[in-house]
């Protein structure tokens, strides 16, 4: 069965906002009297959407705490939301390329999906995708398998048309879930050990269209 469509992560696979996320991070933090967190602090918290991130930073379940973090976090996110982002080398070339031979993509992220959208506008991205969802969009995220099959089934295919590309744990697990083949960037957040079962790794986006033409033979 041929690979009709083509899955992305966000943060981390197509796109480095780590330095973003910190300073977003970092404004709520000073709101609170807190302080500031490192770009390194920061990675090992991300992954499970915003909600969750700035639970983490805060280091609070109080829902007061969370709810106002959370709007600050987002209204700072949102003036800011590619501030000193960038994009990993070949990620515009390789959705051109893919778009090109017909393949439907599709970006899957946890964070939220206005943020999801605002990001990719601001890189001239948005276009390149069928479907853009967040960690909002459905009623689980990743490492639920929900996302990519709703995703998946909008688009009239079966798993086994699909593949799931990023950069963590969240994604490859879901993925695997969904019975959807997996690559593992190894350039992203997540680090070798968060993709030890991904189906394929990849070093570059180079080396993700090659591992896509050979599971095309």
Known sequence: MSIKAVLFDLDGTLVNSLEDLTDAINFMLADFGKKALSTAEIVRLVGKG??????????????ADIERGLSLFVAFNTAHIADKSSLYPGVRELLGALAANGLRLAAISNKQESLSRL????????SCFDVICGGDTFPEMKPSPMPLLKVVDGFGLAPAQAIMIGD???DIQAGKRAGITTIGCTWGYGGLGELAKA????????????????LER
């Open 50 to 63: 915003a909600r969750n991130l700035v639970r983490r930073a805060l280091e609070s379940d109080a829902p």
């Open 119 to 126: 990001i990719l506008e601001s890189f001239g991205l948005a």
């Open 168 to 170: 963590s744990i969240n």
């Open 199 to 214: 189906d394929h790794l990849a070093n570059s986006c180079n080396e993700v269209a090659e591992i896509l033409k050979q």
